[in-house]
């Protein structure tokens, strides 16, 4: 099908960030040039570059066939977000022939007529165009359309601010193989019927390493109907950027694609570029300051219909293991060697999220402006939640690719995401799981969900116990055996909720009755329901139709959790009890004074709070509307018979 188809922050943060961006990102190097990225990267992005559409090259998929498309339907595809009153959208583009002019306008339908309301250049390098608007009336739905020329136009819907929705609809999706080049129509189509509020696509978009802007365009292609009318977060991920694996060490240059050494393989203008095509759309940096090598970030917060997601970069900032930790296995990066000690890789000076996006996520926690529920969405997951990896024969005891290293990095990540009573959504492991994580004990953590792959053709993993026995204190009447408390193989606390194994064999057949082999790929969604302050975690495999009426998930799924089961710490007493009066719905902060530890920040909806606490001290409670800024009452120890309630002064 796809195939025929082709055939036939702030305004000053964001001046801030325009001015730091590298001159690649403005366009001042052409595409047609030989090779853009300097000399000895010819082969990066050569099917848009260049005299492209005399090229043939080697793959799959015929690129010059399907990016040499009729010139009105150069405009391949839009990606947009807005928060408060600025809509950021990024148009994206089929590249253009010598001559033909790098402008582009976006319109906006208003009284039934289109109005253009800006015009941008497109930048040759990732063929992308970009706008920022202020003043946007988030209230409003409002069609819109980019154009190119007299006659290339993509339209779509601007949706508004779904407030005064009850539940928000996340789809979650992630590593979309390149061994599948069709259409994900089976997919889009149950989405479309699912319309979800926001779609979250966590990484791995692109497995084309050199060759980005052609496989985001087909990705564009078999994903616009449904990211054309509604927010879209999209991150990128190693394969995005080039690599078979990424510890970004804060931007150094990385001896080779494999990764364990650390830092960025190819230039830093290609990774500038593919950041810049599925992230500029993004709400603007909370911090823009480059990395080494002026690499961006886009670390942010997104708000919509009140629930605030922070979108955090696993990897740039992580440490590689090669050369800083013994190795174990046939990798840098792997383990199997099952007597060593968890403690000798996790080594002083390692980073995870790295400082800044720690600051980042501690300041995001104890904000709850027009806030209800909080969610941290990034590439991977904070475990290492796989036991059999790209075959059946392939157990491996650690893999240092995810987010359980190093373990310190880890627990003080997950700390911030309790602090914020979070969950946490993600992607790349090719296994959909639930696991809620242990920091300092079983269940005192976060819940996460990883999706399942969207394509598992080649690389299937697999959740499968060595002595296939189910954990301690097992999922109650789970169809599943292999539930409960497990240690990780770096020794980190997860209880397993529910996993989505493939069948042993990866292709793809009928079985005798009829039916398709599992590979357990397909997507997520995820239902924030304000109300109930809940959240439904949901897995549908990607053989789903739900034209014919098919409702079946993955066995374990749908999970309903609620809001304060992310934080499953054992109080020892309780403070005494907070009265609000006229303060509706408030923010309450708890700070243990002897540390100047923040236990948590969250808003109550109650007329009333007895803050849970877990050590004796000495304690300071803030409370406020929509921050903690409001009152302050400090020395407050933990509650005794004769307490007396705490009442907040009738304003």
């Known amino acids: 099908m796809l195939t025929t188809l082709r055939k036939g922050l702030t305004s000053t943060l964001s001046a801030i960030y325009c001015l730091l961006l590298p001159v690649a990102h403005q366009g001042f190097i052409s595409a047609n040039e030989t090779s853009p990225f300097g000399e000895g990267w010819e082969q990066l992005d050569s099917a848009v570059t260049g005299n492209w559409w005399e090229k043939e090259l080697e793959d799959r998929f015929a690129w010059t066939e ?34 033909e002019k790098r402008e582009a306008r976006l319109e906006v339908q208003r009284k039934g007529k289109w109005v253009e309301i800006a015009e941008e250049p497109i930048i040759e390098v990732g063929w992308s165009a970009h706008f920022r608007i202020e003043e946007w009336d988030s209230k409003r739905n409002a069609r819109y359309r980019v154009r190119h020329g007299e006659n290339a136009v993509f339209e779509g819907l601007i949706r508004r601010n779904p407030i005064k929705k009850k539940e928000i609809v996340v789809a979650s999706l992630s590593c979309n193989a390149r061994h599948d080049r069709g259409d994900r129509d089976s997919i889009v189509r149950n989405l479309q019927k699912q319309d979800p509020d926001l779609v979250f696509f966590a990484g791995d978009q692109s497995y084309d390493h050199a060759q980005h802007t052609a496989a ?39 001896p080779n694609p494999q990764g364990p050494d650390g830092g960025y393989y190819y230039p830093p203008e290609y990774v500038n570029m593919v950041q810049r095509c599925q992230t500029w759309h993004l709400p603007d940096p909370f911090d823009p300051a480059p990395i080494k090598r002026d690499i961006s970030v886009y670390y942010t917060a997104l708000n919509v219909g009140g629930i605030d997601f922070a979108i955090i970069e696993d990897r740039k900032f992580k440490s590689g293991p090669a050369g800083k930790i013994p190795q174990m296995g046939p990798r840098p990066d792997h383990i199997n060697d099952p007597s060593y000690d968890r403690l000798a890789v996790d080594l002083p000076g390692l980073k995870l999220l790295g400082d800044r996006q720690l600051h980042f996520l501690r300041e995001w926690g104890q904000d709850w402006t027009n806030t209800e529920m909080k969610a941290v969405l990034s590439q991977t997951n904070f475990c290492g939640a796989v036991h059999l990896h790209g075959k059946m024969e392939g157990r491996l005891l650690a893999d240092l690719d995810c987010n359980g290293w190093p373990q310190t990095g880890r627990n003080k990540a997950l700390r911030e995401i309790r602090r914020a009573n979070a969950v946490h959504l993600a992607g790349d492991q090719h296994l959909a799981v639930v696991v809620q994580h242990g920091i300092d004990a079983y269940r005192d953590g976060p819940y996460s969900f990883v999706n399942p792959a969207i394509v598992n053709e080649v690389y299937g993993r697999w959740w499968w116990p060595e002595d296939e026995q189910a954990g301690a204190n097992p999922i109650p009447n789970s169809p599943l055996s292999w539930t409960g408390d497990y240690e990780d193989g770096l020794g980190n606390k997860i209880t397993m909720h529910a996993y989505a194994n493939p069948e042993e064999n990866l292709v793809r057949g009928r079985l005798p009755d009829g039916g398709i082999k599992n590979k357990a790929d397909g997507y997520g969604l995820i239902r924030f329901n304000k109300p109930n302050q809940t ?80 050590s004796e001290d000495n304690y300071t409670i803030k409370v406020g509307q929509d921050k903690p800024d409001r009152f302050k009452f400090t020395n407050v120890r933990i509650a005794k018979e004769d307490s007396k309630p705490i009442s907040l002064p009738h304003m």
């Open 66 to 99: 399907f990016i040499n498309v009729p010139r009105d339907e150069v405009v391949a595809f839009a990606l947009y977000t807005h928060q408060g009153d600025i809509l950021k959208l990024s148009a994206q583009f089929y590249p253009l022939m010598p001559g």
């Open 216 to 254: 985001w365009l087909l990705w564009g292609e078999q994903f616009k109907e449904i990211i054309r009318d509604r927010p879209v977060v999209t991150i990128p991920d190693d394969h995005d950027i080039g690599q078979a694996n990424l510890w970004g060490e804060g931007g150094i240059k990385a």
């Open 535 to 614: 959240i439904t975690f949901e897995c549908w495999p990607r053989i789903a139709d739900l034209r014919k009426g098919d409702s079946e998930q993955y066995p374990g799924w749908p999970i309903t959790i609620t809001a304060k089961d992310g934080d499953g710490r054992t109080a020892l007493g309780y403070l005494p009890e907070v009265i609000f009066k006229k303060l509706k719905n408030p923010v309450v902060q708890v700070i243990a004074e002897k540390s100047g530890d923040i236990l948590y920040t969250r808003r109550i909806y109650a007329k009333s709070f007895e803050a849970p606490v877990y």
